[in-house]
């Protein structure tokens, strides 16, 4: 920074002194009024730079401010955005735990689907399996029943043979004997026994 003293040094410095009399010597009037202009305008010099380093610091605190306020909002933007990417996140994530949970209920509803149609076969295959049992049964008796009809209906025949109003020939005898023999064959029941012996008398009377 300028100051009086250094005006004055660089005045002598470059002959800008007071000037001298008619015998040489220095006029010294001069150089009074010449110290206070240098000492005015090293006032206004001063107060010149110091105006201007006031608005420099003014300026660059004006620009400090605007560069925290960028970098504030700078941070602001970035922390929105970090904030908006976590919300996009959270959203994932809530969607892929619904989507879990969706899935888990349709395997568990798949599963007692099973569980009541596995019951539900089981429960007609017992059915079907009662049903084959009854009509097997009612098919045996059927089948007894027609056995024994037709068993009468071979004994009714043979008893025709043996009318005891009609004289029987050996010949009818022999026949008779052979159709119960052939009823005892057929029969394979209890009364197997009784229409073989029959058949033996049969026979015997026939001989």
Avoid at 31 to 45: I, K, S
Avoid at 174 to 200: F, I, K, N, P, Y
């Amino acid at each position: 920074m300028l100051s009086a003293a250094r005006l004055v040094q660089y005045a002598i410095e470059t002959n800008r002194g007071p000037s001298s009399n008619t015998d040489g010597t220095v006029n010294y009037a001069e150089y009074g009024a010449m110290h206070r202009q240098a000492l005015a305008d090293a006032e206004v010099l001063e107060s010149a730079l110091k105006h201007q380093q006031e608005e420099l610091e003014k300026n660059f605190e004006v620009l400090t401010n605007q560069k925290e306020q960028e970098l504030s909002h700078i941070a602001s933007e970035k922390a929105l955005a970090l904030r908006r990417k976590l919300e996009l996140l959270e959203a994932e994530r809530t969607q892929l735990q619904e989507k879990q949970v969706a899935l888990d209920q349709q395997r568990q509803a798949s599963e007692e689907a099973t569980v009541a149609d596995l019951r539900e076969r089981a429960a007609a295959l017992a059915s079907l399996r009662t049903e084959v049992a009854a009509l097997a049964g009612a098919f045996s008796r059927r089948s007894e029943e027609q056995r024994a009809s037709h068993l009468a209906h071979q004994l009714q025949s043979v008893a025709a043979q043996l009318n005891p109003h009609v004289p029987c020939r050996s010949s009818d005898l022999r026949l008779a004997a052979d159709s119960l023999v052939g009823l005892a064959q057929a029969s394979g029941g209890a009364d197997d026994g009784l229409l073989t012996l029959a058949a033996g008398g049969l026979a015997g009377g026939a001989a």
